[in-house]
């Protein structure tokens, strides 16, 4: 089993699934579960006292805006569930293991491709090296249009993401690709799209197995 993410998203090309895949899920599963309990707990304190053991004469005020935040909570919970359902089919039945090499091949694989999900790439920023994962965006950045989903994702914000970068390279890869370090992806259009990816290219360290 390879577990060098650097070649993780140069294998994603051929469109198949790598075997780096369910540890990838499972991290992005974990990281949904995460989710459900910060979205959950903060909206239960308005329902903390509706329980079984309401006493006959009780009442509970539940206030309009707190009854339109649970209208809300269900729709993210919603859409949680189906982000899960999704994950779940790439893992398979029986033990498993997570190793941090093939979650971030994994992640470089997917973010390669094109990740739409702006939440998604920032998470495949959090798991790679700077080596590997600004050559996987530039990939990206060349071969698909995802990044026009990513309206509130800032430059800056995901190329300051990845581990290891440090602010003078960053700051060097901006002034390549003239862009402003608060321009958003999704207002970049192909030629700074372009310049970025070169950018990017060109100020990556070399990448370690």
Same mark, same amino acid.
């Given at each position: ?14 469109? !198949? ?18 989710? %459900? ?6 909206? $239960? !304190?308005? $329902? ?8 006959? @004469?009780?009442?509970?005020?539940? !206030? ?17 569930? @189906?982000? /899960? ?11 498993? @293991? ?15 491709? %094109? ?21 996987? /965006? ?24 990845? *581990?290891?970068?440090? @602010? *003078? ?26 310049? $970025? ?13």
């Amino acid at each position: 089993m390879r577990t060098c993410a650097g070649a993780g998203w140069e294998r994603g090309r051929s469109g !198949a699934v790598s075997e780096e895949a369910p540890s990838w899920s499972l991290l992005q599963i974990a990281e949904l579960l995460r989710t %459900g309990d910060d979205l959950l707990l903060p909206r $239960l !304190a308005a $329902l903390h006292a509706v329980t079984p053991e309401l006493a006959n @004469g009780d009442e509970i005020a539940v !206030a309009a805006d707190e009854a339109a935040e649970l209208r809300m909570l269900a729709e993210a919970l919603a859409e949680v569930a @189906g982000r /899960l359902q999704t994950l779940i089919e790439d893992v398979p039945d029986g033990e498993l @293991g997570v190793a941090y090499g093939e979650v971030a091949a994994g992640a470089a694989e997917d973010l390669g491709r %094109g990740i739409i999900d702006p939440a998604r790439a920032l998470l495949a920023a959090r798991v790679l090296d700077v080596a590997t994962g600004w050559r996987a /965006l530039a990939h990206a950045l060349r071969n698909a249009d995802t990044h026009a989903a990513w309206e509130r994702t800032t430059i800056a914000g995901l190329l300051g993401r990845f *581990r290891g970068v440090d @602010g *003078r390279t960053l700051r060097r890869v901006l002034a390549a690709a003239e862009i402003d370090a608060d321009a958003a992806f999704a207002a970049c259009d192909e030629h700074a799209t372009a310049r $970025l990816a070169a950018a990017l290219e060109e100020h990556a360290p070399a990448e370690r197995c």
